[in-house]
């Protein structure tokens, strides 16, 4: 059974260990918690038999007109489970704004298309490293 909450009381870095993985470079340590920490929303799934975190959503947000999902990843082992689904119908109806938007690795398109998010034009800067 997993367990979807909103809050994150009693979190710490080392409950995220092992995320972010995919990133193209190593983040600092504690990343991931001060990304959850400084969105407007999250939900967290967590394994109800061991709490572990297995999946996360995050999201930013003018509270009006826009949403942008700013991260949404589950552990490898929880995968194929509907929990990415879960977490995207949660954050999308606790946004509950005009537009919901997101970017992400062409080979995750069809999963969001598929459930109802279409294509946009995008233009993305990043930090020099």
Same mark, same amino acid.
């Given at each position: ?7 994150? +009381?009693?979190?710490?870095?080392? +409950? ?21 920490? &400084? ?22 947000? +003018? ?25 995207? &119908? ?8 005009? &537009? ?30």
């Amino acid at each position: 059974m997993i367990i979807y909450s909103d809050t994150l +009381d009693g979190l710490t870095a080392h +409950d995220l260990e092992g995320f972010l993985a995919h990133w193209d470079f190593t983040p600092p340590e504690g990343t991931l918690l001060a990304m959850l920490s &400084g969105s407007a929303r999250v939900v967290l799934a967590r394994d109800g038999d061991t709490s572990r975190v297995c999946g996360y959503v995050t999201a930013l947000s +003018d509270e009006v007109a826009c949403g942008y999902i700013s991260a949404l990843e589950v552990r490898a082992d929880y995968r194929g489970r509907g929990i990415g689904t879960a977490l995207l &119908g949660r954050i999308t109806e606790r946004l509950d704004v005009f &537009g919901v938007y997101l970017s992400c690795a062409p080979s995750l398109r069809e999963f969001y298309e598929s459930r109802g998010f279409s294509g946009v034009t995008a233009l993305c800067r990043r930090k020099a490293r």
